[in-house]
């Protein structure tokens, strides 16, 4: 049984920083991609960052140079992290992490192709 648990969100001012974590367990393999989407409201889902299973990462052009997403893993566990840097008011969003065993690179920062999902953590700055 597959299980991704966000947590880090909050209220921040912009400019500020924020650490977003997510826990994966359930996963047989170590060549997962995972990735981090957001939702604003009143929006469709946003791929904002991704890193595959060999460790290259994808950004959205709205977060280069502000975000970094990083993978580590033991036994049978993931983690999956998303340090955001120079917070904006329009990336306040809920931010889901989400998984799927194989993903191509043209599509790590879409939606459809990920099975697995958290439960969604809340950022929002002012």
């Known amino acids: 049984h597959v299980q991704l648990v966000e947590s880090g969100g909050g209220s921040v001012q912009a400019g500020e920083s924020r650490r977003l974590s997510c826990v994966t367990s359930g996963y047989t393999s170590t060549t997962s991609c995972v990735a981090w989407v957001r939702q604003a409201p009143g929006k469709g889902r946003e791929g904002v960052a991704a890193?595959?299973?060999?460790?290259?990462?994808?950004?959205a052009d709205s977060v280069k140079g502000r975000f970094t997403i990083s993978k580590s893993n033991a036994k049978n566990t993931y983690g999956l992290l998303l340090q955001m840097n120079g917070l904006k008011p329009e990336d306040t969003a809920v931010y889901y992490c989400?998984?799927?065993?194989?993903?191509?690179?043209?599509?790590?920062?879409?939606?459809?192709?990920?099975?697995?999902w958290g439960q969604g953590t809340q950022v929002t700055v002012s």
């Open positions: 989400a998984a799927e065993r194989v993903v191509a690179g043209p599509f790590v920062l879409q939606e459809w192709p990920y099975s697995y």
């Open positions: 890193i595959d299973g060999d460790r290259r990462t994808y950004y």
